[in-house]
């Protein structure tokens, strides 16, 4: 069986641990959707567009990876694209417990969708795009955590905040 998985989030930026999971996924799972929500509810730092380039830029080369955006419910893009598993890390504790009621009530509106859970690598731990975005536009230098492309966008937004 040719197993597909979708990989979605806001990647708000795309960061070096997003990166990660990404690889630990695609040795598990031959094809690998890396899915951008739209979602304007959590009102992004970035346009859907920046986004998706951020992670075309990041990962694009790497084969067996589509790249795509989406604004319905998840399970419900994940059939849309003929995928049977959700991929979500999960850095901690308390990633789990959100993470796991998540996936609980997508079994429930879809059971024939499984949610698999990766660890990053633990240099990735302690790493979110929320945490990229406040040291970013404090000032604080985030190169070595996020792709150039999201570290040069961070950087002219905080230009454009202080000025």
């Known amino acids: 069986m040719h197993v597909t998985a979708v ?22 799972f031959p094809r690998l959707v890396v899915a951008v929500a739209r979602n304007p509810h959590k009102s992004p730092l970035f346009a859907v567009e920046e986004r998706l380039a951020i992670v075309q830029e990041a990962i694009g080369r790497l084969g067996g990876v589509e790249i795509d955006t989406f604004d319905d419910l998840t399970v419900d893009y994940v ?43 633990q240099a990735y731990t302690y790493l979110s795009s929320r945490l990229v975005k406040e040291v970013a536009l404090l000032g604080g230098n985030v190169d070595d955590l996020v792709p150039p492309l999201a570290s040069k966008l961070l950087k002219e937004h905080a230009r454009r905040a202080h000025s």
């Open 7 to 28: 990989y979605p989030g806001t990647f708000d930026p795309f960061t070096n641990g997003h990166i990660d999971l990404v690889q630990r996924a695609l040795r598990i």
């Open 79 to 121: 059939r849309k694209k003929g995928a049977q598993v959700i991929l979500r890390g999960v850095r901690a504790v308390s990633d789990f417990e959100a993470e796991f009621a998540m996936a609980l009530m997508n079994r429930k509106i879809s059971g024939d969708v499984e949610t698999v859970f990766l660890m990053p690598n």
